[in-house]
């Protein structure tokens, strides 16, 4: 059987366009869990931030077009998140009382998806985005005990760590995070890439607060610790004054564990430095089709 060869020559690409950007981003942090909020409970998000405890926030960013319209984005944020049941207006919260701060450092990475491309002959010098992405935040809660900050993860002050609560075990001070939002950029003349974003992040963990589960027993604390220490873990595992046992008593929820924390990024300021990329075909870069 006679094989036929049809040599057609047939080019094998156009010039494309990519682009890249570096920068910072300037914004504001809040927290999003069981302590502090507005007036309402579980996690509402948006609606259950609290201003008084908004702390600014700061990052770095590098993002690469990979096809069109289509980024990939690493962004690295160092904040600090608090809490404060006392600025609640809710009744439970503002009667338990309890308060936190934490630093926070995340390193996420998202693909993002830009409306209008800012490269390329008939570039755009304005385009909104969306975006989402997975990462890791690092904590280490902490609470004021006698003037001073005493960092409570290792006070196990829901019962973690002691005989009496097996199925309690210290928490990690890490947890993934899931962010999620969208933002308006624009290109300068200079390629200078000023834009505007905000986006919320749910995690994993239900203790970036120290606060997840229900009331331990405090007189356990007291066959676990020295007397000092027992003191001060029952005085941060409980912060009311005991004037209301019909919203807080004995072995009654502290926090929901059903619901996770989560914290918000918004008003996130972005600079960032465009560089094009031109990726040109290479020069006799023709292949053969083979036909049979």
């Known amino acids: 059987m006679a094989v036929i060869l049809l040599a057609t020559g047939v080019c094998s690409g156009q010039t494309k366009y990519r682009d890249a950007e570096v920068g910072i981003n300037l ?10 909020g507005s007036r309402m409970e579980g996690r509402a998000l948006w609606w259950d931030i609290d201003p008084e405890v908004t702390r600014p926030a700061i990052g770095v960013i590098y993002r690469q077009e990979v096809v069109p319209h289509i980024s990939v984005r690493l962004n690295a944020y160092y904040t600090q998140i ?16 309890l308060s936190f701060k934490s630093p926070l450092t995340e390193v996420c990475l998202y693909v993002d998806y830009t409306l ?50 097996p199925d309690r075990q210290p928490y990690a001070k890490y947890t993934f995070v899931f962010p999620f939002g969208g933002g308006i950029k624009y290109l300068t003349r200079s390629n200078w890439v000023f834009g505007m974003e ?3 992040r749910l995690s994993l963990s239900d203790y970036m607060d120290d606060v997840s589960n229900s009331y331990p027993n405090p007189d356990y604390f007291f066959g676990f610790y020295d007397p000092a220490t027992a003191t001060m873990v029952a005085a941060l595992s409980d912060m009311s004054d005991h004037t209301r046992p019909d919203l807080i008593s004995l072995e ?3 926090g929901n564990p059903k ?23 290479k020069p006799g870069s023709c292949f053969f089709k083979e036909k049979r």
């Open 82 to 97: 608090r809490g404060a049941d006392s600025l609640s207006e809710n009744d439970f919260r503002s009667y338990r009382n």
């Open 252 to 254: 009654t929820g502290r």
């Open 27 to 36: 914004g504001f942090s809040n927290f999003l869990g069981d302590l502090g």
């Open 198 to 200: 905000t986006a919320s």
């Open 259 to 281: 619901n996770r924390d989560a914290y918000v990024l918004g008003g996130l300021f972005t600079i960032t430095y465009h560089f094009d990329q031109v990726i040109r075909p």
């Open 116 to 165: 209008r491309r800012l490269t390329g002959p008939n570039r755009e010098r304005f385009t909104p985005f969306v975006y989402a992405g997975a990462g890791m935040c690092w904590f280490n809660p902490q609470a004021l005990y006698e003037g001073q900050w005493v960092e409570l993860q290792p006070l196990g002050t829901e019962g973690q760590g002691l005989p009496q609560y």
